[in-house]
């Protein structure tokens, strides 16, 4: 089972960047797909932003398109979450997941919380006006 890990969550101003960081480990195991998700109490999980680790194709969600960017770094098996121009309704539990059984689909990795089987703890961002 693979052990995913995400970090760079805080605390910004409104307009601010924080950038996030996600790697996934364990025997083996390689993702094709992994995702970014974000929670607030009482609302359903988003799944933000998804990334084809090996054709690099990203899908986003209309809520961050243009201002987040989510990337990876083959070298440090780590994908990131850059997101600029905060605004107060970001803040949330962030979340990383992968699955090494799901592929792309035309090219594009599902946002759907549904498709992924691992997941990490979360990092909080909270962003203040």
């Known amino acids: 089972q693979a052990q995913v890990v995400e970090s760079g969550g805080g605390s910004v101003q409104a307009g601010g960047s924080l950038r996030l960081s996600c790697a996934a480990s364990?025997?083996?195991?390689?993702?094709?797909?992994m995702g970014w998700f974000r929670e607030v109490p009482g609302k359903e999980r988003e799944g933000i932003a998804s990334i084809y680790l090996y054709g690099g194709n990203t899908n986003y969600a209309d809520s961050v398109k243009g201002r987040f960017t989510i990337s990876r770094d083959d070298a440090k098996e780590t994908v990131y979450l850059q997101m600029n121009d905060l605004r107060p309704e970001d803040s949330a539990m962030y979340y990383c997941a992968a699955d090494r059984d799901l592929g792309p689909w035309d090219g594009y990795c599902t946002r759907s919380k549904y498709m992924y089987k691992d997941w990490g703890q979360g990092t909080q961002v909270t962003v203040s006006s």
């Open positions: 364990g025997s083996s195991y390689v993702s094709n797909c």
